[in-house]
């Protein structure tokens, strides 16, 4: 319709083209419409579906209008005539016009109308077009229940309080680009076979949005300006084509609860200066559930919720793009019973979210991009009650999480199909800071379990917690920084042990705290070259789990307090060139277990403030401790046993060497200087043997002659 096409004459009368339309003479109106204006000259509704003996209450208002018959055949110019033309107009009181239940024939013009009373026309069945372009009036406009066959035309209505459509059946087009309602808008239940053309459409209060859109919807540009309004138990609405809400702004609450969108909703520079609700209808007093599905594209990217965005229970069946968006509260993704939350593809790189952003519980089932991601609080990506937090893949590069990051008892990379390579879907958080803790813990419900892991170059100001952790590829630690205990370890008493199936990468860390990896099993590399440790490195076994490492290298590592290996099982090569070491060094037996070293085992150049304790240790290859510089002790007693040989040349002990009950090839000792007493056997019971060929003697061989001990030796038995 051409606004250029329409006009109007200065008495505010509606016009066709140029010829205004004249008012229907009081002579012709029928018996019906005559009653009707008798009833509204008394301030009542006129109500047809009781003058026939039908309760007003029998059948609902669409199925009511539905089944109207010529006996409430109300014309479309009795109705303009009554609103426009005088005397009716001011013979009309202050309840204004009121009719439920007619069958109105014609076209209802009131195009350009300035209407001075409030219009109602609920479970009225139209036949033809209503248009009401430009209409404007102080008061309310009521259509509830009605059935439109043809348009209804609202646009550039200037509606002064509110606009009820509640559960209307439109056949062919809604249209109210650019209306403006300056109270709220009542849409529950409509069911809209046409398009929904809603582009500009402006109200003052809050708009229940809760119907059934079968073509396209349009509101983009939408302007709500209203305070925020709690919401009230509502029918479901369905979109069942596109839904268009890009650049609209909303000024109360926007609520799409248990909503069905069959194709693309575009909210993108949406504004929503209260909160949003997309989530599904769960229990609430008679409010029935409803689950909240998109079964096409969602878009809010650089969309501003000035509170709560709420997406729990939803399922989202194609890409959920956020990118950009700010949340003055709250993103609730997680699952919320009966509903888990399901996701495709989520993309929230840049996002801005006040509060707490949580996933718990929910499944996605492709990737979850938060590149840049700001958190104001805590983000929740773990188990929630009894279900788990699944996700293919995830990817949160340089974020910044306020508070706490959980991810225990998640599953990344897991959901991959028959053929797919797991290493492709990994849990990538590098350069991500988080000013708490890093939680990724399994416990007694659930297993965290990861096909790979980066955290290259993170920041964690609190603790990081891998506890009994699962990880099928690499798990990458290079770089990160954590301000308090790094723990790895596996629970007690081997309920839950820590498996890294990958390489274990610490190159470069610093750690503030206690890093701590008993009992856990890594089935490849150990790299921690470079690593700072403020406090201890626990690498022992833990009660009935044994710690198993393959490669470890601890080249230049740099540790507080204690290294303790107590009871591990080595298999590969150990390499601790210029490891620095605060206090002692341990490779004891612990829980009836001896530490075992299969492959060569070297301490080059070495510091150690403490002392070096090989208790009861076995060592299957060559043990080299060249240049090592020790403060206190060198022990190898116990019951320790080396089959190949040890080399301790142009060592520093400040302490003494205890050579006591084991079992050695041979032992290097040239250009070492032993500040105290070198112990070779306390008694004739604990003299070291020494392997000759396939014997075992008790004669020393001559490469012990080369000691240079600061004073006399005790316990010289075995030595020429």
Known sequence: MAESGDSKDPSGCPTSGDRPVPPLRQDDWTKLESDIWTKLCRGETADLRISDGTPATAQSPCQAAARLDTAHLVRAAFIETILLHEPWCSRLPRQGVSIVGARITGTLNLEYAQLRHSLRLDACHFEQDVKLFRLSTTQGLSFGGSHFDKRLDLMLTQIGRVLLLDRAEIKGELLARAAKIDGPIFMRGVRCYGAAILDGLECGARVMLHSEFECPIHLGRLGLC????????????????????????????????????????????????????????????????????????????????????????????????????????????????????????????????????????????????????????????????????????????????????????????????????????????????????????????????????????????????????????????SGITVGQHLRLHSEPQGKLQTCIHGELYLVSATIGGHLDLRGIRCDNRLDMRALSVGANLLMRSRDRCRTELDCVDLSRAQVGRQLDMS??????????????????????????????????????????????????AICKAELRMDGIVVQSDIKLIGKAKFDKPITLTFADIAGGVHLCDIELKSLDLRGTRIRQDLRVGATEYDIPKWQDGDTWTSAAPTSVRSVAPTTQPHGQAGLR
């Open 226 to 477: 209203g305070r925020s309004v709690p919401p009230e138990p509502m029918q479901r609405s369905r979109f069942n084509a596109d839904v268009n809400l890009s650049n609209a702004r909303i000024g109360g609450r926007l609520d799409l609860s248990g909503v069905h969108v069959g194709g693309a909703l575009k909210m993108d520079g949406i504004r929503v200066d209260a909160g949003l609700s997309m989530g599904s209808m769960v229990a609430n007093g008679n409010q029935e559930l409803h689950r909240a599905e998109f079964e096409g594209d969602v878009d809010l990217s650089y969309a501003h919720v000035a509170r709560q965005l709420d997406m729990r229970g939803a399922c989202f069946a194609q890409k959920l793009t956020m990118d950009g968006i700010e949340v003055g509260a709250q993103l609730l993704m997680e699952s919320q019973p009966p509903f888990r939350s399901e996701f495709m593809v989520v993309s929230l790189s840049g996002a801005k979210i006040s509060s707490t952003l949580s996933f718990a519980g929910a499944l996605c089932k492709e990737s979850l991009v938060m590149d840049g991601i700001k958190v104001g609080a805590s983000l929740q990506m773990g188990a929630a009650n009894s279900q788990k937090a699944e996700f293919k893949t995830v990817r949160m590069r340089n974020a910044h999480i306020s508070r706490a990051l959980d991810l225990h008892g998640a599953t990344v990379g897991m959901l991959t199909a028959c053929g797919e390579n797991a290493a492709c879907f990994r849990l990538d958080m590098s350069g991500i800071t988080v000013d708490a803790d890093l939680l990724m813990h399994s416990d007694e419900h659930h297993t965290t379990e990861f096909s790979s892991v980066e955290l290259v170059a993170a920041n964690i100001r609190g603790k990081l917690d891998l506890t009994a952790v699962r990880c099928h590829g690499k798990l990458d630690l």
């Open 567 to 616: 009871g591990a099982l080595v298999s590969g090569a150990v390499d601790g060139y210029e490891l620095r070491v605060g206090s002692d060094l341990l490779a004891q037996a612990r829980h009836g277990m001896s530490t075992e070293f299969v492959n060569e085992f070297s301490l080059r150049k070495a510091s150690v403030d403490g002392g070096v304790d090989f208790d009861s």
